[in-house]
Nanobody, 120 residues
Framework: VQLVESGGGSVQAGGSLRLSCAVS????????MAWFRQAPGKERERVAL???????TYADSVKGRFTISKDNAKNTLYLQMNSLKPEDTAMYYC???????????????WGQGTQVTVSS
């Protein structure tokens, strides 16, 4: 199983980035997929999730600015990030968090992360 993130970088406040996560070994269409982030000295935070009910949920801090999406044919997960703020600076990770049929349980796989830096 491999999850490989890309698309991170440095951007000014108010800018946008789109992160991608290429997944192999896990079927995106049947998995609960999520994006997490972790800033230095802070706990890991779940940013967005495709849950076992087929819906998406977001952390309050990113609602209205970030959008999680996926392309099942390409087995790729995305995170569109708009109106970026300096507090969005973090390492961003994608994760496959188990089977949808099993209520997001059964396995947990993580990517290596991609750095996002937002300057004011």
């Amino acid at each position: 199983v491999q999850l490989v993130e890309s698309g991170g970088g440095s951007v000014q406040a108010g800018g946008s980035l789109r992160l991608s996560c290429a997944v192999s070994g896990v079927d995106l269409s049947s998995s609960c997929m999520a994006w997490f982030r972790q800033a230095p000295g802070k706990e890991r935070e779940r940013v967005a999730l495709f849950d076992s009910f087929g819906g998406s949920t977001y952390a309050d801090s990113v609602k209205g600015r970030f959008t999680i999406s996926k392309d099942n044919a390409k087995n790729t997960l995305y995170l569109q990030m708009n109106s970026l703020k300096p507090e969005d600076t973090a390492m961003y990770y994608c994760a496959a968090l188990g089977s949808i049929r099993r209520g997001c349980t059964g396995y947990a796989y993580w990517g290596q992360g991609t750095q996002v830096t937002v300057s004011s």
